[in-house]
């Protein structure tokens, strides 16, 4: 981060790479509000700068630190569709911090836009909610699954 000042402070500007560097850097180690700041800085200065990688760094910012109603919100007004990384990021949070509720939204969101997926539900029940139903659930998907590689696809 250090170097990353002194690039924003000589005629070597710092690029989309080196931004999502100092973001994971951030992730990491929970920086929430500084990866808040060089996000929006990058936002301010130069929109074009951020692609999708810079959007999902900061959703799994979020998530891991436990901030999810930002997270929810952060996803809710992304420029595009958010893709499953968005969500499994969400709900890698979710896990971290036993948000079953919002785990649960992410896992359907998962599941709509992979329906072969399962591991979404593999990640609640591993979390110890206590899901019974979801776990009957993946165990009729993984078992359905397995049928129809033997059978063939079903019509």
Known sequence: MDLFHEMQHTSLQPNRITLLGVLLACNHVGLVNEGYSYFNQARLKDPNMLKPEHYACMVDLLSR???????GRFIHDLPFDPGIG???????????????????LAATKIL????????????????????????????????????????????
């Open 65 to 71: 630190s436990g901030h999810f109603q930002e997270g």
């Open 112 to 155: 709509a836009l992979d329906p072969g997926d399962v591991s979404s539900y593999v990640m609640l029940s591993n979390a110890h909610f206590g899901c019974w139903e979801m776990a009957e659930h993946v165990d009729d998907q993984t078992r359905d699954e397995g049928e129809r590689d033997e059978k063939g696809p079903r019509v």
């Open 86 to 104: 968005f969500w499994k990021s969400l709900l890698g949070g979710c896990q971290i911090h036993s948000n079953m509720e919002l785990g649960e």
